[in-house]
């Protein structure tokens, strides 16, 4: 089983719709989440922390279920520059300390006008 | 503002040929790491280092090495290049533990 999984999609959505991915992590004491975005043949950026109390940053809402090792990104009103492929990203435990990254394979959004 | 400074930008090697992938950053960042990143696998970690002087294997390190004799620097090493090398490598940096990681704009790398 991988580490951090995803649904690779991709998901097709038109202009203005609400979309979520979730993403799922195996180790249960894993304790950094993020979301990143990545342009077609570009380098990954961050998009958003994830904190256990959920988070939001305008159209984007983050959410952390410890109970189930999940994590959900939602993207409401979605524009046509939010087509990227989204990255899960986790900081498993014991690596808190070297910075070190575990992504899952990332999940491409297509927004269609 | 560089950032993070990868060269170069593309390479194309023969089989058995040796070369090192730079990467460079100016903000200082205590942790540097090299990924690849293949279709269908996301991005995998080669090795890591937390500090000047300290290295340390990540997920598929077989075939690289890797140095860190500055805060700045860290380059990657191919010893002996195979086709199955042949991918896109990202060098990041972050200042601290749990921190934004910061990438540099990619290496394409093809092995013929």
């Known amino acids: 089983r991988k580490e951090v999984e995803q649904d690779p999609g991709p998901f097709n959505v038109p202009e203005g719709a609400t979309v979520a991915f979730n993403c799922t992590y195996s180790?249960?004491?894993?304790?950094?989440f993020f979301w990143y975005r990545q342009d077609c043949r570009k380098e990954p950026k961050l998009l958003m922390s994830v904190y256990s109390s959920g988070n939001e940053d305008g159209r984007f809402t983050a959410q952390l279920n410890r109970a189930s090792q999940y994590i959900s990104l939602l993207i409401r009103d979605s524009k046509l520059s939010d087509s990227a492929t989204y990255l899960c990203?986790?900081?498993?435990?014991?690596?808190?300390?070297?910075?070190?990254?575990?992504f899952g394979q990332g999940t491409t959004l297509q927004v269609k006008p | 503002n560089a950032g993070v400074t990868q060269t170069p930008k593309f390479q194309v090697l023969k089989t058995g040929q040796s070369m090192t992938l730079q990467c460079a950053q100016d903000?200082?960042?205590?942790?540097m790491s090299w990924y690849r990143q293949d279709p269908g696998m996301g991005l995998r970690l080669i090795h890591y280092s937390v500090g000047a002087g300290i290295t340390d294997q990540g997920e598929v390190p077989n075939g690289y090495n890797v140095s860190r004799s500055t805060t700045e620097d860290f380059p990657l090493r191919l010893l002996s290049a195979a086709p199955s090398q042949t991918s896109v490598y990202f060098c990041?940096?972050?200042?601290?533990?749990?921190?934004?990681?910061?990438f540099g704009q990619g290496t394409r790398l093809t092995v013929v």
């Open positions: 180790n249960s004491a894993s304790q950094s």
């Open positions: 903000m200082n960042h205590e942790y």
């Open positions: 990203v986790v900081n498993p435990r014991g690596s808190s300390n070297t910075g070190k990254l575990i």
């Open positions: 990041a940096s972050s200042y601290y533990r749990n921190t934004e990681a910061f």
